[in-house]
């Protein structure tokens, strides 16, 4: 087998290789990716295995949080990982973080969402008492 860090090269990778290089890249293990994406664990793997694909708005989710790009995830050119030896901890320190903010803003939109039904329903019902 040929170098270990070239199994998701241009020329041999699918799109299920290059996922989970760059989801390995971004320290990040299947079901972490899947909650974040507010997917199934089986979903990420089908996709890894190249079992299925995401549909195009999971696909930007994916390339966002994994910071590549989604030409890269589709078809190896363009913004990619990186894998080296000397990767400078603050970037991926960086990623991470970005990531979170990614994950947490999403978490607030669906909150304020839940909340605004909430609240439209508790005026209904007072509207309904008085």
Do not use: C, H
């Not at 999403?106 to 309904?128: D, F, N």
């Amino acid at each position: 087998m040929s170098d270990m860090t070239d199994y998701y090269g241009q020329d041999s990778a699918t799109f299920g290789d290059r996922l989970a290089a760059a989801r390995e890249a971004a320290d990040m293990t299947q079901a972490q990716l899947a909650r974040r994406l507010g997917v199934k664990k089986s979903t990420i793997a089908s996709w890894e295995e190249d079992l299925s694909e995401p549909r195009a708005n999971r696909l930007q989710m994916v390339a966002g949080m994994l910071n590549v790009s989604i030409m890269w995830l589709i078809t190896g050119e363009g913004q990619g990982t990186e894998m080296t030896d000397g990767e400078d901890d603050s970037n991926r320190d960086m990623a991470t973080w970005l990531s979170e903010l990614r994950e947490l803003r999403t978490q607030l939109q669906a909150s304020a969402g839940r909340v605004a039904k909430l609240e439209k329903a508790v005026r209904r019902r007072m509207e309904v008492d008085a």
